[in-house]
């Protein structure tokens, strides 16, 4: 995310890089799209925009989903 005093630095948010970094490693293994977003529905892994919205974070605007796990294979 942006640096709330600095629009051209970025802090890194370690939740988030963790995520990252498990999609990267995923995609190491030979997993495809579809079974990243799986594994990531199965450990119940929020979507960015549902991560966003326990950070208070403003939002593009989304259709809403019922589930904060509904990973897309296009996320």
């Not at 995923?26 to 799209?33: I, R, T």
């Not at 929020?46 to 589930?67: E, F, H, I, M, N």
Request: charged share 35%; with cysteine.
């Amino acid at each position: 995310m942006k640096a709330p005093d600095d629009k051209n630095h970025w802090i890194i948010d370690e939740p988030d890089a963790e995520v990252v970094k498990e999609i990267f490693h995923l995609c190491m293994q030979g997993n495809g799209p579809t079974q990243i977003d799986n594994i990531l529905r199965e450990r119940q892994v929020l979507t960015p925009v549902d991560y966003a919205k326990t950070k208070g974070l403003p939002l593009a605007a989304r259709k809403d989903s019922d589930d904060p796990y509904d990973w897309k294979d296009s996320t």
